[in-house]
């Protein structure tokens, strides 16, 4: 596989990734959902309290990382090649070469990229795959329309049955 990072082809689609007031919302609405229903159970009240701080601290993660993108370790841009390879820009400038794994999803109104690093990264982070969250108002929609038709369209899961030589199909 060629390296996105070493290689000269130009890429399918590049793109830089805005803050996401709606992702931000749906993350808040959840997150204090989820602490509104916590209160109603039996349970001790320290344990309330406990899960409710866990719940805020889990919100203040989630917001920075995935909707703000404050968090030096927040995609901001994104790179995808003729190799069906995405390149990663983080805050802190960090490039990450990425396979595109079969899990991601792709809707009118949302993609989800998980990505698994082509290089082992330092310390734990090699175990974990990255996940991208696109919502519309993140992102140019002329910039968004493409994403999903490149998913939808060009990109196969190399594990699909219906694609049994592993192929990336172009």
């Not at 082809?9 to 919302?25: G, W």
């Not at 509104?36 to 919100?59: E, H, M, R």
Request: charged fraction near 20%; include cysteine.
């Amino acid at each position: 596989m060629i390296d996105p990072l070493a290689s000269s082809t130009p890429a399918l689609l590049s793109t830089r990734l805005k803050p996401s007031v709606r992702l931000a919302l749906l993350l808040g609405f959840a997150h204090f959902a989820a602490v509104g229903l916590l209160w109603p159970l039996t349970l001790p009240t320290a344990l309330k309290l406990a899960g409710s701080a866990a719940l805020v601290a889990s919100l203040f993660f989630y917001l920075r990382h995935y909707a703000l993108l404050s968090s030096p370790r927040s995609v901001t841009g994104l790179e995808i090649s003729d190799e069906m390879t995405c390149t990663l820009q983080t805050r802190g400038g960090e490039r990450i070469a990425c396979a595109l794994l079969g899990s991601s999803f792709v809707a009118p109104f949302l993609a989800v990229l998980e990505l698994k690093p082509l290089r082992p990264l330092t310390s734990w982070r090699r175990y974990f795959s990255h996940s991208v969250v696109i919502l519309p108002d993140g992102i140019d929609a002329e910039e968004f329309r493409r994403l999903r038709v490149l998913l939808k369209w060009k990109w196969k899961d190399p594990k699909d049955p219906k694609n049994p030589d592993g192929d990336v199909i172009v």
